[in-house]
């Protein structure tokens, strides 16, 4: 524990949270990116890469650290340093190995098939980044968060998706049984 009185500890997020967010900003990305793209590879990785760093970079910059899919979420990411959202360079830093990790995981696994599971290797860099996080204890922070010296916290700030599909579920679950 800091003596310091300026430290502040956030509440972190649970991983299962931080990734359905980050799964809500990967569909968007990749729906845009194969809208807009095409199907061929370098136009789909150009719109990916525009839109992940619009959607990840740009918009939390401006936006208290939340991309579509943190808000959805009620996270934000902040600095390491000084508890406040990043700076462009170190959210562009965390978000280009994030963005290209997504970007091979998510290409091996739309071109996934019966005779070509080699694309399954793409899906290495997204488990090495994220399995940092998940075999660590101590500190849950993904490789791109450290490189960054980021981390991903809770705020009130948000759309609190993950509460409304638990009550729509139990509601349903609810009048099906009856």
Known sequence: MDDNPLYFRAPRVPLWRRGCAFGFDSAIAWFLATLIGGPTL???????????FSMRVIVPSS????SPGRWAFDMRVVSDRDNRTPLWQDLAKREAIAGLA???ALLGLFNLGTRNAFYLI????LGMDVGVAWFDPVDPSAFHDRV????VVATRR?????????????LISRNVKQ
Not at 43 to 48: K, N, T, W, Y
Not at 148 to 151: A, G, K, Y
Not at 159 to 170: F, N, R
């Open 122 to 125: 793409l899906l290495l860099p």
């Open 63 to 66: 936006y208290f650290g939340q």
């Open 102 to 104: 997504v970007f091979l």
């Open 148 to 151: 960054s010296e980021t981390r």
């Open 158 to 170: 948000g759309y609190s998706l993950d509460l409304k599909v638990k009550k729509w579920v139990a």
């Open 42 to 52: 370098m136009p789909r990785l150009i719109v990916f890469a525009l839109t992940w």
